[in-house]
């Protein structure tokens, strides 16, 4: 009863740093277990996805910076013939005045909503990634337990001590590296958009 409480504990203090090597054996048989450290596989991936959101994030900086010039330089010349219409109300506006005006708050809208559009496709694309990331860790950990004949690998920051020897970050960080193109797969689906 002792050891189910102790390996609920463990179990349940945390999702958050490593994996243990070890063979524990008790009433019911034995089993093997190991500590992953789960900040120290997910360090490099953060990242590399940080940069590579970056690079994107700059390309549609990039995109809508033209957008704002021209808009601004629009916006530049409209104001002054307003300027020039409120200091002089005798001079009679502009043939076409009343139409660019309308033409430009429709850019200015419009540039609004592409840019809502982009910020939103960048988090979905942000999620995506974090999901693949998920997922690949998750079926890593499922398959180098199967493999190597783990029953139980434990988050290392969810373990009060732990010895070094039971630490197989390393190699389950191979296995997983292995899927590095799964994982940031989603990221070069979006350099086209």
């Known amino acids: 009863m002792l050891k189910f409480l102790l390996l609920l504990l463990i179990g349940v203090?945390?999702?958050?740093?490593?994996?243990?090597?070890s063979t524990v054996s008790g009433n019911s048989g034995s089993f093997?277990?190991?500590?992953?450290?789960?900040?120290?596989?997910?360090?490099?991936?953060?990242?590399?996805?940080?940069?590579?959101?970056?690079?994107?994030?700059?390309?549609?900086?990039?995109e809508f910076s033209g957008l704002e010039t021209e808009l601004k330089k629009e916006k530049s010349e409209l104001d002054v013939i307003k300027e020039n219409l409120q200091k002089n109300p005798k001079m009679t506006e502009?043939?076409?005045?009343?139409?660019?005006?309308?033409?430009?708050?429709?850019?200015?809208?419009?540039?609004?909503?592409?840019?809502e559009e982009k910020r939103k496709m960048l988090q979905e694309l942000v999620?995506?990634?974090?999901?693949?990331?998920?997922?690949?860790?998750?079926?890593?950990?499922?398959e180098f337990g199967?493999?190597?004949?783990?029953?139980?690998?434990?988050p290392r920051g969810g373990v009060l001590e732990a010895s070094d020897s039971l630490d197989c970050t390393k190699q389950v960080e191979s296995n997983l590296s292995k899927k590095n193109e799964e994982i940031f797969g989603a990221l070069k689906g979006s350099e086209k958009s």
């Open 94 to 115: 502009p043939v076409g005045f009343q139409q660019r005006l309308k033409s430009f708050e429709e850019k200015v809208q419009e540039a609004l909503k592409k840019e």
């Open 146 to 154: 199967t493999k190597e004949g783990y029953q139980l690998i434990l």
């Open 13 to 21: 203090a945390g999702l958050s740093q490593s994996a243990m090597a």
């Open 127 to 142: 999620l995506r990634v974090e999901e693949k990331f998920a997922d690949a860790l998750r079926q890593t950990l499922k």
């Open 32 to 62: 093997r277990l190991c500590v992953v450290d789960l900040d120290a596989l997910q360090e490099p991936y953060r990242k590399k996805i940080e940069a590579e959101l970056a690079k994107i994030a700059e390309e549609f900086k990039a």
